[in-house]
């Protein structure tokens, strides 16, 4: 009977198992996957859903305004760009699973902007694209080992790395707040280790470090982040967390009525996200701020309003913040990227091209990008401001000042990059 | 100061846990079950409050609302869900783990349809009075008139429910049937609809937790905001700490879970956020297993 | 028995593409997980909403070895176990004195609290986690032979012994007592059972078992890592058992199937109707809650069981009817 039973239990699951598995595409012929006579498909795994996906669910949508603008302009050389997005809800295992799909079945030529470290490590280790020869283009991450070509030879960094920000901060405390007292909070992860990293090489001291944990970031804990930096009575404060980090502990110091000198990390800095959480444009007045792209509200810079407008037609209503002028311009550079990667692109010509011309793709970023053979390091730097008492970002004098500097013990220099000028009509040429 | 305000902070924190724990206490009355969904039902009433206040403009209108709504929400949960889970599952094997496993889907099932209806995004509810700490000798304190409200109402309605428990009749039949349904049914208490009731007041409760954990806050709420997970996790490990059966000691519990954090993120290491409530948790049930307040029965459901 | 399902497992992985070996390697990774949460909740009446978290023990456990002491990778995947059942049995050891909702509740803290500690010791990674490279598949097996067919024949090998462990002591005296002692504690005492050693066992298992899912579910992602272990996965497990039918191991592969199948499912349901993006991406989640309270709602004990239930009704009404005849 027991033996029946098993006997019984091994069939179901061998036929649930078929079932399960008996669905398989027959792959289209084609010169590259993804790549047809009319379209060309890219894949995108973010969080949509969760606690991380706050902000960077305007992604895709961000992206996707630029992709109907472009295709509706002919494309690249006639063939659509199409986006697959999928929810990876800022967990690894579905990460995985999603980017399996994506290659697998959706059959994607590139995956696209992928976010969060554990991610992307954990789909180069599983799913390994180098060794399939999928390029990964622009991973949304600060973190500086993505840039390494010879772990990640198929993949390209964006973002300037946390440790170039945190040494070009501490460059700018060095030249204007020699002997004040700093405090500096951060997040107690490889966020915030990278940052410590920069700082340290920066040579800045500080009279207390607050961490905390990624998730436990509100306004309880702020009202205790503020207690502390009280109580080591610093005249600065670094902010270098998430945007909720950033909105909490400025909201909570308004309440408090403490107001030190800020100084916001980028990636916690965008000032739309900020208030809209409802801090008072007041709070933000002359901190210190830090971005690689324009000012989000800066209408005078082309790309800028260019964007802002398609954007605005694209997704009514919602607010052009950072992290949609920061999808918009990533889906612009890998528009030039395939239209660089010839009459046919194929993978390995796509990454050939960012690898020969990258470095000069027309992008709304006011500091160079390192792409070359032997880097695939992205914007290499940030242009300091101070926010406005409408708590705007914007350059200090109105000038836009830029550094540079690299992940390593290189040095922070003042750069003289000049930015490319947006191609006609804002399609790649 | 540091100290003052540390205090300050736990306190505050610890009455809205506190007002979970209690939602935590009055199910647990009642029907012996651990609602694992009363987080998601908070949330859900401040979705009722946001609806209110941008239809009606006004906080004092929208807290009533989301309270009966809540209340409704709660009692219906309590009419379908349970009823059905004691006809179908309240024998066999899996009787002890089935309203445990029913809550966390219904939780589920919340979340969903949350942000299937209202989307994720942050939406944001405006505290009906000032937030801005009040200053003593040039230094402002981590106390606010809004904090101040939040432990006024905690005390009121703490007051409220007990002189419902304590001094009138319905008190007594919700006492009767959480502690020996058979006994009340035979005397003539209509248990199931004292059942019912006693989930409509744990609805009520958690919808005050929630408005206020959220204007308490920045005023900002999503399916997936930090408050929301606290205060499930929290407002639960507030009511165990209290013994899980009695109102004082889910306040209690909440204080002095909300005080222990604050002081342990202060002077030990702020990264210890996660950590903390569950070491918290472990060293109470270990040193007192039957909680703050709570018969030495032993923590057996 | 065993060995015919590994002779099945083995042509199918030959059978199928890529995408379909990866997910039969996550499926069998669900079946070990959730056969732990059986054995403990289905037997021995212990709740816990934290095995993600021991899932995350035995992971971390197998990745520092391999990175630090370059262990073999069966060697990994035992101390895996061990590592887990050491965590089992000290929750275990508390667990016993809790039941029902407490220690639902003290493992929730568990799954929220242990994941986050990973930040506080750099030997263990941090946000970005650890590699866990079990190595390519030996070159043996073939030029063709995918890093996920490797991948799916470990983990798959993995769950035929694990399930063949658990169903041995089920049938076993401590399955007896597990038994025992979940249907009447007082009941099982008088009989001699010391319950509270054999609950402590139950959990010890049972966390091993998890920890070996753990170290399994860190090689097919190929790192270890905080975010990989979120309380969400404790649910899934849960749900999975659910799903299965908590009380027995018969039907666990339904509960896996279901698992990975269901967001799949989910997304052309809701393509096929057009829906926004919101209700896309949140009804995967929709599906598995709704049908987690249905299952507990009006098939409490499993579509397998009561299967079993309606067949054996069935037949006794079967034989009672040719009685009458006669």
Not at chain 3, 240 to 250: E, N, R, Y
């Amino acid at each position: 009977m027991k033996a029946l039973n098993r006997r019984k239990l091994i069939t179901a699951s061998a036929v649930l198992a078929i079932v399960g598995l008996a669905s398989t595409a027959i792959p289209a012929q084609a010169a590259e996957v993804g790549v047809s006579s009319t379209q060309i498909k890219l894949g995108m795994t973010l969080p949509m859903t969760g606690t991380a996906s706050l902000g960077y669910n305007k992604i895709p949508g961000a992206a996707k305004a630029y992709f109907d603008y472009l295709n509706a302009n002919g494309g690249i050389n006639g063939r659509k760009v199409t986006l697959v997005v999928k929810d990876d809800r800022y967990v690894p295992t579905e990460a995985v699973a999603k980017t399996n799909e994506l290659i697998l079945k959706d059959k994607v030529m590139a995956l696209l902007a992928p976010l969060g470290t554990a991610n992307v490590k954990a789909v180069a280790s599983s799913v390994n694209p180098a060794r399939r020869g999928v390029p990964v283009l622009f991973v949304n991450t600060g973190f500086s080992g993505f840039a390494d070509v010879k772990k990640y030879p198929t993949t390209y960094t964006v973002l300037p790395s946390y440790i170039m920000e945190a040494k070009i901060m501490g460059e700018y405390i060095k030249e204007n707040f020699a002997g004040k007292k700093i405090g500096l909070l951060y997040q107690d992860d490889d966020f915030g280790t990278d940052a410590l990293a920069g700082f340290k090489a920066a040579g800045t001291n500080f009279a207390i470090k607050v961490p905390y944990a990624s998730g436990s970031q509100n306004a309880a804990a702020a009202a205790g982040w503020i207690t502390k930096f009280k109580a080591a009575e610093v005249d600065v404060v670094i902010l270098f967390g998430v945007s909720s980090a950033t909105s909490a502990m400025l909201g909570v110091a308004a309440q408090l009525k403490y107001a030190p000198q800020w100084m916001l990390g980028s990636v916690g800095g965008d000032a739309t996200t900020i208030k809209a959480t409802g801090v008072p444009a007041g709070v933000l007045y002359n901190a210190i701020g830090f971005s690689p792209v324009p000012a989000t509200t800066d209408m005078k810079d082309e790309y800028v309003k260019f964007f802002s407008d398609i954007y605005a037609k694209a997704v009514p209503g919602s607010a052009f913040d950072l992290n949609v002028l920061l999808g918009m311009n990533t889906a612009f550079m890998t528009a030039q990227a395939l239209k660089a990667a010839g009459a046919n692109p194929t993978r390995k010509s796509l990454l050939a091209a960012i690898d020969s011309k990258g470095a000069t793709f027309a992008n709304s970023a006011l500091v160079p990008a390192g792409y070359s053979k032997t880097s695939h390091v992205g914007l290499t730097g940030y242009w300091v401001g101070k926010y406005s008492p409408t708590g705007d970002l914007s350059p200090i004098g109105g000038t836009y000042v830029t550094y540079t500097t690299d992940s390593g013990s290189g040095p922070v220099v003042k750069s003289t990059y000049k930015r490319p000028a947006m191609p006609a009509k804002g399609l790649p040429n | 100061m540091q100290l003052l305000n540390t205090l300050l902070i736990g306190i505050t924190a610890g009455s809205i846990y506190a007002l979970m724990a209690i939602a935590f206490v009055l199910v647990w009355r009642s029907t012996r079950v651990v609602n694992f969904a009363q987080a998601g039902m908070a949330l859900l009433s401040t979705y009722f409050g946001y609806e209110a206040v941008s239809r009606i403009g006004s906080f004092w209108v929208a807290l009533p609302v989301a309270m009966i709504g809540g209340a409704l929400f709660a009692a219906l949960v309590e009419l379908i869900l349970m009823r059905l889970l004691v006809k179908h599952a309240s024998s066999g094997p899996i009787a002890g783990v089935a309203p445990i496993i029913a809550t966390l889907g219904l939780l589920g099932v919340i979340r969903s349809v949350i942000s299937m209806i209202w989307g994720g995004q942050d939406l944001r509810i405006v505290a009906p009075i000032s937030n801005n700490g009040f200053t003593i000798n040039g230094s402002t304190l981590v106390f606010s008139p809004l904090k101040l409200l939040v432990l006024v109402v905690v005390a009121v309605l703490l007051i409220l429910l007990t002189i419902l428990f304590q001094k009138t009749n319905l008190g007594l039949a919700l006492r009767a049937s959480a502690h020996a349904p058979e006994i009340a049914r035979l005397s003539g208490v209509r248990v199931d609809s004292v059942r019912t009731l006693g989930w409509a007041l744990a609805g009520a409760a958690g919808a005050v937790a929630g408005l206020f954990q959220t204007v308490n806050g920045n005023g900002n709420f999503s399916p997936d905001s930090i408050e929301f997970s606290l205060l499930l996790v929290s407002g639960f490990i507030a009511a165990v700490i209290g013994g899980l059966d009695s109102l004082l000691g889910a306040v209690l519990g909440g204080l002095f879970l909300g005080i222990t954090i604050s002081f342990v993120l202060m002077y030990v290491s702020s990264g210890l956020f996660f950590i903390a409530p569950f070491i918290i948790l472990l060293i109470v049930l270990f040193i007192r297993p039957q909680g703050i307040i709570g018969v030495k029965a032993g923590r057996r459901a | 028995m065993f060995i015919l399902g590994g002779v099945v497992l083995y042509f199918l992985s030959g059978m199928v593409d890529e995408l379909r070996v990866y997910q039969g390697a996550t499926i069998a990774v669900y079946v070990i997980a959730i056969s732990s949460i059986i054995l403990l909740t289905g037997y021995s009446g212990q709740v816990s909403l934290g095995h993600g978290a021991l899932m995350a023990v035995g992971a971390y456990a197998a990745a520092v070895l391999r990175i630090e002491f370059n262990l073999p990778i069966i060697l990994c995947f035992v101390v895996a176990v061990l590592a887990a059942a050491i965590g089992g049995a000290l929750l275990g050891a508390a667990a016993a004195r809790l039941s029902g909702p407490y220690l639902a509740g003290t493992t929730l803290a568990l799954a929220i609290g242990l994941p986050s500690l990973a930040n506080q010791f750099a030997v263990l990674g941090g946000e970005q986690g650890l590699l866990f490279d079990v190595g390519f598949p030996p070159l043996a097996l073939g030029e063709d032979f995918t890093q996920y067919k490797w991948f799916f024949w470990i983990a798959a090998l993995a769950a035929l012994i694990s399930m063949w462990v658990v169903r041995n002591l089920l049938s076993s005296a401590y399955g007896r007592a597990w038994r025992a002692g979940r249907g009447n504690e007082v009941a099982a005492q008088l009989a001699g059972i010391n319950t509270a050693r054999s609950k402590v066992l139950a959990f010890t298992i049972s966390a091993g078992i998890a920890g070996l899912a753990g170290a399994l579910l860190a090689m097919t992602i190929g790192t270890v890592s905080p975010s990989a272990f979120p309380l969400a996965l404790s649910f899934s497990l849960l749900t999975g058992a659910v799903l299965s039918g908590i009380t027995t191991l018969g039907g666990v592969i339904i509960g896996a199937v279901v698992l990975v199948a269901i967001p799949e499912i989910a997304d052309v349901v809701a393509h096929r109707l057009g829906s926004s993006e919101s209700v896309t991406t949140n009804l995967p989640g929709l599906i598995v809650s709704g049908l987690l309270i249905l299952t507990v709602l009006f098939v409490p004990n499993g579509p397998v069981e009561q299967h079993r239930a309606r067949k054996a009704k069935h037949a006794a009404q079967h034989a009672s009817s040719k009685k009458d005849k006669h």
